[in-house]
């Protein structure tokens, strides 16, 4: 019969580890962490393309320079990660149209302040006071600049968009990690207080790599575990970390079924999907001086290769872009070839930048929906959507704990959300554990 342990932590992303280290730290030593990928990470994943680091899943801090200190800038600046400042505030004179004329700044501020006042003001005639993440409510703009700025405000949450918490709490500046390690080797560094090591991998037999989970049988005395490859895991309590497009969709079945105010909550959450996708060239073609990192694409279809980055501040002579796409066109993308998206790509860069400039070499694009390990970037709570629904996805089902950025009240759809939801579902799992012992002492 397969081994029982205290604990069956799933999935080894920012909340699992956090989750794995308060238990470690506490005592709690025998838990397995099943992974169903090949890394730590989970949506924090480096990967080499054309000569460089680059990020895939999360990039940046976001929320630094407030009146708390962001705990994921705290672990960064610990483990010594190189980051960047974004300057996100000078996109906005960087806005081309489909002649690749620059609009004028004194337009383009107008428009970014009537955005900003119609944002607002859509903001307190809807739910005030709410500090889930804000769902735009249907905007106003019109025409291509008004579009883009709109998409920049809400899709790609500049802070006067919106009061989300996180810029309300840590501040509103963003950092991006600069680093060949990636954003990872936070991971790796706060896995390295609990799990043995060895040439800066983890050795420890406690994580299993490739291990994906499809069913979960619970009971009042425990929990048993089948994996793909046909492992059974048994233990007192698991911990469940998987994103909430894995829980909506039928990867993990459950025995018994989960409760009906459980599922009803997970079907109500909103998954972004989130797409950054790369381009190599031979040589660099685009303005590169101060406050020319991010530009813009303004075109009648909303999100259209809207958001552009060049990576020469994060990895100079990269002759790397990066364009971002979200929701209805991350899709589309994601269902198309790599080599019709790169034509794409190459025809709006040749609407701003002429006809004369290099095809690129390389394009990668990553598939955040179509992964059946994640379907979808991160949650998206409507800014009506009540406490209890958030409440309902973190409530623990008997024996089964629930952890992960979706279960965040405050911070929802981060790293840090992540990473403190991680430490609070812990917690709770450590308070629970005590208190069964001393029941049990009791009888
Ligand atoms: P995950 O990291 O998803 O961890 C869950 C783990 O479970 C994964 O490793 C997965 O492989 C594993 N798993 C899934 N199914 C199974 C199964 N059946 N069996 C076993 N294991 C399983 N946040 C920021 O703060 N800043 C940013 O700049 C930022 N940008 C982002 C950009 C993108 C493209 C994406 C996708 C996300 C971004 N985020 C950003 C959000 C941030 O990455 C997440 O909020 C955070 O990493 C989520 O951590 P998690 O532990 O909740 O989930």
């Known amino acids: ?31 397995v962490i099943l992974e169903a990928s090949d890394r730590i990470g989970g949506r924090i994943w480096k990967e080499e393309f054309g000569g460089a680091s680059v990020e895939l899943g ?3 801090i976001v929320g630094v320079g407030g009146r708390e200190s962001n705990p994921v800038w705290e672990l960064v600046n610990k483990a010594g990660l190189r980051t960047i400042f974004s300057d996100y505030s000078q996109a906005r004179y960087n806005i081309y149209d489909r002649s690749g004329n620059i609009y004028p700044s004194g337009l383009a501020a107008e428009s970014y302040k009537r955005a900003v006042d119609s944002a607002m003001e ?55 990690v600069a680093d060949e390690r990636g954003y990872a080797y936070l991971l790796y560094k706060m896995a390295e207080e609990f799990l043995s090591t060895s040439d800066g991998k983890i050795v420890d037999s406690r994580l299993k790599l490739n291990k ?71 040589y660099k073609f685009w303005p590169c001086g101060p406050g020319k990192e991010f530009f813009i694409y303004a075109h009648e279809r909303r999100g259209y290769y809207t958001f552009w980055q060049h990576m020469e501040n994060a990895v100079p002579g990269s002759n790397i872009l990066m364009v971002t796409l979200t929701n209805g066109e991350s899709k589309r993308v994601e269902d198309q070839s ?63 704990f629930f952890t992960g950025e979706h279960t965040s009240e405050r911070f929802s759809g981060y790293v840090h959300g992540a990473y403190l939801a991680g430490i609070d579902t812990g917690t709770a799992l450590l308070q629970e554990m005590r208190k069964l012992e001393t029941d049990g002492k009791g009888q």
């Open 1 to 31: 019969s397969p081994s029982r342990s205290s604990v069956i932590i799933v999935g080894a992303g920012v909340s699992g580890i956090s989750a794995a280290k308060v238990l470690a730290e506490n005592g709690v030593e025998d838990v």
């Open 212 to 282: 994906v989970v499809r069913e979960i049988q619970h009971s009042r005395n425990g929990v048993r575990v089948t994996t793909e490859d046909g492992c059974v895991y048994e233990a007192n309590h698991l911990t469940l970390s998987v994103s909430i497009g894995v829980l909506q969709s039928d990867l993990i079945s459950f025995r018994p079924s989960l409760p009906r105010w459980k599922t009803e909550a997970i079907e109500k959450v909103d998954i972004t999907v989130y797409t950054k996708i790369f381009l190599k060239f031979p």
């Open 338 to 400: 790599d080599e019709e998206t790169l034509k794409e790509a190459m025809s709006v860069l040749r609407d701003m930048f002429g006809p004369d400039i290099p095809n690129a070499t390389d394009i990668l694009v990553p598939r955040w929906w179509n992964n059946r390990l994640q379907r979808g970037s991160y949650t998206n709570y409507p800014i009506i959507s009540n406490c209890e629904v958030v409440r309902n996805i973190k409530a623990p089902v008997g024996r089964i």
């Open 122 to 176: 859509r903001f307190r005639n809807g739910e005030a006071g709410s500090l889930l993440k804000a769902n735009p409510l249907p905007s106003i703009a019109k025409t291509p600049i008004e579009l883009a700025i709109d998409f920049m405000l809400h899709d790609f949450e500049m802070p006067e968009g919106e009061p989300i918490s996180t810029f309300l709490d840590y501040g509103e500046k963003e950092f991006m």
């Open 58 to 60: 999360a990039g940046w």
